[in-house]
């Protein structure tokens, strides 16, 4: 290799990790979301869904003002397993509810638990500044999940690189909706966990779904660089888990507006 080229691509991957080392800004408050992944006993799954329904009750007849949506994975590794997620919060949110969350767990477990194969949850932090979501969108009827597993060594990079690719997405203004968030607590793996989503609305709209990704970005910046960055992604992620999860609004609790 000329020392021309090697000075040409030396250049080039400090113009895209530059950036990282500037001066960051006031973060916004953070959104956070807490997710329990339910798996439950073999052959119990409705008396199970039965139970947590009568738990949603005592939900709404103590005036819970938290909504709690339950998700179903429908495709990928866990199928069948429930997701029960409640967003919108900032953290001092979850002080706030600390006394009602000691007797919403008093009552799940007395009354739901026992159906209950396994029970873990983790905390999320959504990222607004490569988040494309409007709550005008409502309540999607699947969401395509892709779980990162991202090296510790190549956070920085690979937070560069979601930033570029957010960037060519809102530069061309493609019709599309998601959300990036990072796991505060609870991940598993020696790496940081970041979580894409796509809402959809149908299985025929996820199979209309807006095309290569990559070609995307070659358009943004240019065969070389949109080749950089993809390597650079690519040597990032440890890890990488995908599926598809229904929503079930017969095991949903939404507070009174």
């Known amino acids: 290799m000329s020392k021309i080229r090697m000075l040409l691509i030396v250049m080039t991957v400090c113009a895209i990790v530059a950036p990282l080392m500037a001066e960051e800004e006031e973060a916004p408050e953070m959104v956070v979301a807490k997710n329990h992944f339910v798996t439950v006993n073999s052959g119990q799954a409705l008396a ?31 199928l069948g397993q429930y997701i029960i997620r409640t967003g919108n919060h900032t953290w001092a949110d979850f ?5 009602f969350s000691k007797e919403d767990s008093a009552h799940y477990f007395e009354n739901v638990s026992g159906f ?10 959504v990222d607004p500044d490569i988040t494309k979501w409007s709550e005008d969108y409502g309540i999607p009827t699947m969401v395509s999940v892709h779980v990162y597993q991202i090296k510790r060594e190549y956070s920085r990079a690979a937070y560069h690189t979601m930033e570029k690719i957010h960037d060519a997405i809102v530069g ?16 598993e793996g020696p790496g940081e966990t970041w979580i894409l989503v796509f809402p959809y609305k149908s299985w025929a ?13 070659e358009e943004a910046y240019g065969e070389y660089e949109a080749d950089l960055i ?6 990032s992620v440890a890890h ?16 009174p507006e």
């Open 95 to 99: 002080d706030e509810h600390a006394e």
């Open 205 to 217: 709209e996820y199979g209309e779904s807006w095309g290569d990704l990559w070609k995307l970005v």
């Open 230 to 235: 993809r390597k650079m992604w690519s040597k």
């Open 48 to 78: 199970f869904e039965a139970a947590y329904k009568g738990h949603l009750e005592w939900h709404a007849n103590k005036n819970d003002t938290w909504y709690w949506h339950t998700w179903q994975i429908a495709n990928g590794q866990n």
């Open 116 to 125: 209950v194969k396994k029970l873990s949850s983790t905390l999320v932090v």
């Open 172 to 187: 061309k203004e493609l019709p599309v909706t998601y959300s990036w968030s990072w796991v505060a607590n609870g991940d």
């Open 240 to 255: 990488k888990e995908t599926f598809i999860a229904a929503y079930r609004a017969d095991l949903s609790y939404n507070p």
